[in-house]
């Protein structure tokens, strides 16, 4: 079992990786400006030079960078860019947030990123199953259960350890707008939480499951 290591004698350092609106970026910033979260936003990376995202973190304050996918050859080559900014910047947790691209994640970098799913994993989650695709399955599926699931990205879509999942019921009349409204609800509660269990010193995983030693 591997402990991960207490990070509350400082604020977190926080690389965010976005691809869109930058709406869980907006949620950081909100949480670390009421004080619910610890943490600082080192270094923002877009996919995408003219995303929503991008001209918020600006308005921010905040150093963003963009690394198109389009400029390199390979993943490989593409995500040793991505990595190499994160490593200037110094951060201690990535957090993809929105992100579209796929990263190989170097061995420095293991269980140092988070990824949140918009369903429960492993329902509507895999190759194919990001943002307004996942929503509309839920709908199309008929299902009356669905929310997100923050876990730890690794090689592979949606198969690192699970972190947290929060749940919300889904109205039978809801369409997939109406779905994804309500999840990112709970999407804006339970990715401030799983940053905040990270850095606590008593979050443990094992293989593809994590443990999380509540406090006293």
């Known amino acids: 079992m591997l402990q ?21 970026l907006l949620n950081f910033l909100d949480c670390i400006r009421d004080g619910s979260l610890n943490a600082e936003v080192a270094v923002v990376i877009s996919s995408q030079p003219d995303c929503k995202g991008v001209q918020r973190s600006i308005d921010a304050g905040l150093n963003c960078i963009t690394v198109s996918r389009k400029e390199y050859s390979s993943t490989a080559d593409f995500s040793v860019a991505v ?45 194919g199953m990001y943002g307004h695709h996942v929503h509309e399955a839920v709908v199309n599926r008929g299902a009356k259960v669905s929310g997100c699931s923050v876990h730890f990205a690794d090689n592979e879509y949606d198969q690192g350890p699970i972190v947290l999942q929060r749940s919300v019921d889904i109205p039978d009349t809801a369409d997939a707008d109406t779905v994804a409204s309500l999840v990112f609800e709970e999407e804006k509660l339970a990715y401030p939480e799983a940053i905040r ?20």
């Not at 290591?5 to 869980?24: E, F, M």
């Open 4 to 24: 991960i290591p207490a990070i509350n004698d400082r604020p977190i350092r926080l690389g965010v990786l976005i691809s869109g609106g930058g709406t869980t």
């Open 197 to 216: 269990r990270y850095s606590s010193g008593r979050l443990s995983v094992e293989g593809r499951r994590t443990f999380y030693l509540a406090a006293d």
């Open 83 to 127: 990595f190499n900014h994160l490593r200037t910047a110094k951060v201690d947790l990535v957090t993809l947030a929105g992100y579209l691209n796929l990263l190989s994640i170097p061995d420095d970098f293991a269980l140092k990123v988070l990824n949140i799913h918009p369903s429960l994993i492993p329902s509507f989650c895999g190759k």
